[in-house]
């Protein structure tokens, strides 16, 4: 990505970490360079960039906390503020039976650069579950949660039993308050 791109995107993460990101402008500002290209191009890149980058980096307490789940036969949902065409490759690599990530726009199979549906993001997460087990009332009992960030607080509050995953400060401070589990994971333990 040209420099000036990278220096906003990063402007931009400050802002997410601080709670006053506009979700709706940074996914407008990061999907500029996607218009106009094929569906079919940007997954043939995202599964390479999944499979030859992102998967090193998976926390083995991560897997196997997956695993833990998969054994008691809960549904798996993977859930991120990310664009569908990063998340969807991990949630396949996962064996994740569900994937909410924010929504890429296209037309006749081009995309358009801009997103559709509810940003998951904040209570848009929320807002998305809801709408994936529609009519399943029971949905939020005895569901877990995880996350790093205190931007998934209404996600949080909203499943039975939260955890707080290498929380970033403000996520650390709610979780102690809380008495919810805070867990370090390592990539390399």
Same mark, same amino acid.
């Given at each position: 990505?040209?420099?000036?791109?990278?220096?906003?995107?990063?402007?931009?993460?400050?802002?997410?970490?601080?709670?006053?990101?506009?979700?709706?402008?940074?996914?407008?500002?990061?999907?500029?360079? =996607?218009? *106009?290209? @094929? +569906?079919?191009? &940007?997954?043939?890149?995202?599964?390479?960039? !999944?499979?030859?980058?992102?998967?090193?980096?998976?926390?083995?307490?991560?897997?196997?906390?997956?695993?833990?789940?998969?054994?008691?036969?809960?549904?798996?949902?993977?859930?991120?503020?990310?664009?569908?065409?990063?998340?969807?490759?991990?949630?396949?690599?996962?064996?994740?039976?569900?994937?909410?990530?924010?929504?890429?726009?296209?037309?006749?199979?081009? =995309?358009? *650069?801009? @997103? +559709?549906?509810? &940003?998951?993001?904040?209570?848009?997460?929320? !807002?998305?579950?809801?709408?994936?087990?529609?009519?399943?009332?029971?949905?939020?009992?005895?569901?877990?949660?995880?996350?790093?960030?205190?931007?998934?607080?209404?996600?949080?509050?909203?499943?039975?039993?939260?955890?707080?995953?290498?929380?970033?400060?403000?996520?650390?401070?709610?979780?102690?308050?809380?008495?919810?589990?805070?867990?370090?994971?390592?990539?390399?333990?």
């Amino acid at each position: 990505a040209p420099a000036g791109m990278v220096a906003e995107e990063q402007a931009m993460m400050s802002l997410y970490h601080q709670g006053k990101m506009d979700m709706h402008q940074y996914m407008a500002f990061t999907l500029q360079p =996607l218009a *106009g290209r @094929t +569906r079919q191009w &940007l997954d043939s890149l995202c599964t390479r960039f !999944a499979e030859q980058v992102l998967r090193e980096r998976l926390y083995p307490e991560g897997l196997a906390r997956i695993e833990w789940h998969r054994q008691r036969g809960d549904e798996l949902v993977l859930i991120s503020a990310s664009g569908e065409h990063l998340v969807a490759p991990m949630a396949q690599m996962l064996g994740m039976d569900h994937c909410v990530a924010i929504l890429l726009d296209e037309e006749a199979g081009m =995309l358009t *650069g801009q @997103t +559709r549906g509810t &940003l998951s993001f904040r209570e848009g997460k929320v !807002a998305r579950i809801n709408q994936l087990f529609a009519g399943k009332e029971h949905l939020w009992q005895g569901s877990f949660g995880y996350s790093d960030s205190h931007n998934d607080l209404p996600m949080l509050q909203a499943v039975s039993h939260p955890h707080a995953v290498n929380p970033a400060p403000a996520l650390r401070q709610c979780a102690e308050e809380l008495g919810w589990p805070l867990w370090t994971w390592q990539l390399h333990p």
